[in-house]
């Protein structure tokens, strides 16, 4: 898709759309700059709709805590279309990070949610403590405990009744888990 911007161009690649993402003319969308190239017609902008950085800065221009810097985001980790899992932590100990970027009655988060097509969200508090980081990037999935086996790399052991959940629908939530850590997990039952 090109987009006109009177000096140049902008370009929405079809593989940095949503997949199933249709646009009409007049549509307002946002999109994530991914660089600016010169060419003598002016600047060439490359945009995306798929980058984790788009997230990120939707919850920057959503979330007034994030805005004033109470709320830090942590890490995001996302497959445009289906879910992202964004880690957040607050500076003020009376503020409540994943709460804040919920919103009331998740106001906040639907704006996001809607913007980005129905798009499932998880945000997670991150914590300095590795195990405990890891145990929340793989909600919605209850963690017995974690276990290092080497420097970045893990064993979570969860119950029987929670491995389909902490895994996911084709691994999805444990790959997103893990990108969102940096860890290499590897999940078993108990």
Known sequence: MLLDTGNGHATL???EQIPGETFTVGDKIKVFVLEVNKDVKGPIV???RVHAGLVRRMFELEIPEIQEGIVVVKGV???AGSRTKISVWSRDEDVDAVGACIGNHGMRIQEIVSELRGEKIDIV???EDPAEYVAAALSPADVR???FTEERSCRVIVDSDQLSLAIGKEGQNARLAARLTGMKIDIKAQ
């Open 77 to 79: 980790s996302r497959e």
């Open 145 to 147: 405990y974690v276990e």
């Open 46 to 48: 490359t945009l995306s």
């Open 125 to 127: 508090k991150y914590s």
């Open 13 to 15: 690649l079809k593989s």
